[in-house]
């Protein structure tokens, strides 16, 4: 079973930063993309960011310039930097992830539970 464990959400003012952290944990054999995604009350989910093994990375172009989305294969961690946060970035972020859990079978999309960010104006 492969478990994803997002921290570091909470309250920050306009224009303040914030860094997400997203920790995969269990039995992996490999990990492929990971992503970013956030959901805003009302709204449907949308991609953030999205970071490939080899280090690949794309945005939303609402966050384009202001997030960086970084990855520690060593750790199985990805990370979501976040500055000039605005109040429309306020939604619950959600990690996932393809994982594999041994080199036969294919890969498997992992959700994390989802980390609230609320920025106030």
């Known amino acids: 079973q492969v478990q994803l464990v997002e921290s570091g959400g909470g309250l920050v003012q306009a224009g303040g930063s914030l860094r997400l952290s997203c920790a995969a944990s269990?039995?992996?054999?490999?990990?492929?993309?990971m992503r970013w995604y956030r959901q805003a009350p009302g709204k449907q989910r949308e991609l953030v960011a999205q970071?490939?093994?080899?280090?690949?990375?794309n945005y939303a172009d609402s966050v384009k310039d202001r997030f960086t989305i970084a990855r520690d294969n060593a750790k199985n961690t990805v990370y979501l930097q976040m500055n000039s946060l605005k109040p429309e970035d306020t939604a619950v972020y959600y990690c996932?992830?393809?994982?594999?859990?041994?080199?036969?079978?294919?890969?498997?999309?992992?959700w994390g539970q989802g980390t609230l960010v609320t920025v106030s104006s």
């Open positions: 269990g039995s992996i054999f490999s990990i492929a993309a």
């Open positions: 996932n992830a393809d994982v594999r859990i041994n080199p036969i079978h294919g890969y498997l999309e992992v």
């Open positions: 970071i490939s093994s080899g280090g690949i990375t």
